[in-house]
């Protein structure tokens, strides 16, 4: 078993900044320090390299974005994930931070088990992309020989019949990720269903910015560009694609294909909604009825009961009076009009009841359809 410790770069020009680093982490791991970006370049670039950089924005010279996107641009330390630590908390900064290639965004002062966790979340994220590396290159190439077969409308067309089946949120979101993916590109994928967002993405697993940033931009441009990331936003489906190709003619095609793609997956995930609401609904309803029923054959129930006790003292109280049989059989007619009246009554709620259940076991039907 390996027992080599995991390895941290803290690149920050502020010493008391360092020093907390080396403190929260010197046990666990082995901490690197470095003042400038370009010493972070140096030390990131030599074996054996960092599983994780702690990246402050601002620093003399090179600042953590310029420094992040160099780490980004080399082979030999793309991999590593960056966390940028600041003290400006705006979508703006962190959209720089995104577009620069940070995986996680947190804002100063940082509370120490926050930091730990966020460091343990990165070191574990990378182990699941370097495991899965093989089978994502597998993946990938099998979907580009798909894409020759069937051409890019073929990926739409696939994808609307595909998409009629599915049953919730989560499976259209994988959905649109795979057609995505069937083009080249990754993606991250959000839909606001009516109970929370859901999300899929091409990787691994999705970085919290990413999270962030696809909901800050929901409801914003319906197409955005910046450099070769593309965000798409109809309605309730917002999708981020990292790696729009360079060739413009390929990239114009496949921007206009995946705007048709999200306009189907708008129409899908709002039936779905329906769906999801009117079940619901039938599921409230049916309870709501079964109270009533059991409500009304109690209420039947005593309403009888009552009747039949006021019969019987009647026809005691006729012994008690003394009155004669002619004025005993009126009175007797009067009172068995009022229980006749007031069954009927009680058959009519019934009835309207039976009614009811007749149009919710319609609206089930529907929405299992």
Known sequence: MNTEKKRILIVDDSADDIHFVM?????????????????????ADKDPRPDVILMDVEMPGMNGYETCRRLKEAESTRDIDVIFVSSHDTTEEKL?????????YLIKPVQREMLLQKVKLAIHNRADREASAEETSSAMQTAMTALSNIGEQGVIIDFMRRSFSADNSETLARQIVEATTSYGLESSVQINSPKKPVYASSSVSIPLLEKELLSRLTGETRILE??????LNFG??????????????????????????????EARAKALAIQTGVASFVADSNQTLLEIEDLQKIQQQSGMQIMDDVMQD???????????????KEI??????????????????????QQLRAIIDRLAQFSSM
Do not use: W
């Open 96 to 104: 720089a931070g995104y577009d620069a290639g940070g995986s996680d």
């Open 314 to 328: 009647i026809e005691t109280a006729f012994f008690t009076y003394g009155i004669t049989e002619e004025q005993e």
């Open 226 to 231: 910046s450099g070769r990331r593309l965000i």
């Open 332 to 353: 007797m007619d009067i009172v068995q009009l009022g229980v006749d009246k007031s069954q009927v009554n009680l058959e009519q709620g019934i009835q309207l009841n």
């Open 23 to 43: 403190e929260s982490f010197s046990t666990d791991y082995a901490v690197l320090a470095a003042t400038s970006g370009e010493k972070a370049l140096q030390i």
């Open 236 to 265: 309730v489906v917002s999708q981020l694609i990292k790696n729009m190709p360079d060739d413009d003619d390929r990239r114009g095609r496949l921007r206009d294909h995946l705007a048709i793609l999200l306009e189907g997956a």
